[in-house]
């Protein structure tokens, strides 16, 4: 099976630019998670959708950023407009089911976001 | 609020030999999950183990093991005969044990490098 696809792999944009990150779960995954790790710091939950609805966004930093999961398929996570300390690796998860025992969690290769 | 500390930001091993991972975590939750994520270079995040809290009996997967010491909140990953394909950031994580599709959360991580 294909696994979580993330892209762009690298995004490169100015202070006050819009970016738009995209996830694409594994096929039938209902549950999506999106995590970001600054520079050398731990990684930090951001969000997590069940199907298209927004089970638990506590961790979104501001009203910057919005995420969205229309049709339960794949997922964008928009930043705008982008500030310095956004800049980071940006990951997305899915799972078949929310018991992990049953159905672990697979990660994407991560989206490098860097603002100048 | 849970927290997970990883105190060595880098680590190295030598080829064949021994190397062990320190991670501590704060929690006031009696179960819970524990884990050990692996991200190698430009590569997706694996699972390399993971830990029941109400299991007394410490976890093992081939070379990785782990030390389980609740009362201490300690969960330090060992990883025996090493390989040159172990070099990758090694991330802590905790899930509670009530929420099942809940959030990790993470570590700062430990840089492993693996000396030839």
């Known amino acids: 099976e294909a696994g979580v696809t993330q892209f762009p792999s690298h995004s490169v944009i100015e202070k006050g630019q819009t970016v738009t990150l995209r996830c694409d779960p594994i096929s039938g995954h209902d549950n999506l998670y999106w995590y970001r790790r600054v520079m050398g710091k731990e990684i930090k939950f951001l969000l997590h959708?069940?199907?298209?609805?927004?089970?638990?966004e506590s961790g979104m930093p501001n009203n910057r950023f919005l995420a969205e999961r229309t049709g339960g398929t794949y997922s964008t996570l928009k930043v705008q407009p982008a500030e310095l300390e956004d800049s980071g690796v940006y990951f997305c998860?899915?799972?078949?089911?929310?018991?992990?025992?049953?159905?672990?969690?697979?990660f994407g290769n991560g989206t490098r976001l860097t603002v100048t | 609020a849970q927290t997970v500390t990883q105190s060595q930001p880098e680590m190295s091993v030598q080829e064949a030999e021994t190397v062990t991972l320190s991670c501590t975590y704060d929690t006031s939750e009696s179960d819970y999950y524990l884990f050990w994520y692996k991200q190698p270079p430009s590569r997706q995040m694996i699972l390399v183990i993971r830990?029941?809290?109400?299991?007394?009996q410490n976890a093992t997967e081939n070379r990785f093991s782990v030390n389980f010491q609740k009362a201490a909140k300690s969960f330090s990953l060992k990883i025996s005969d090493s390989q040159l394909g172990d070099a990758a950031m090694y991330f802590c994580a905790y899930r509670t044990f009530y929420n099942q599709g809940g959030k990790l959360i993470f570590g700062q991580g430990t840089e492993l490098s693996v000396k030839p």
């Open positions: 998860a899915s799972s078949q089911d929310r018991d992990y025992r049953n159905s672990p969690l697979h």
């Open positions: 830990q029941e809290a109400y299991k007394q």
């Open positions: 959708f069940v199907k298209e609805s927004k089970q638990d």
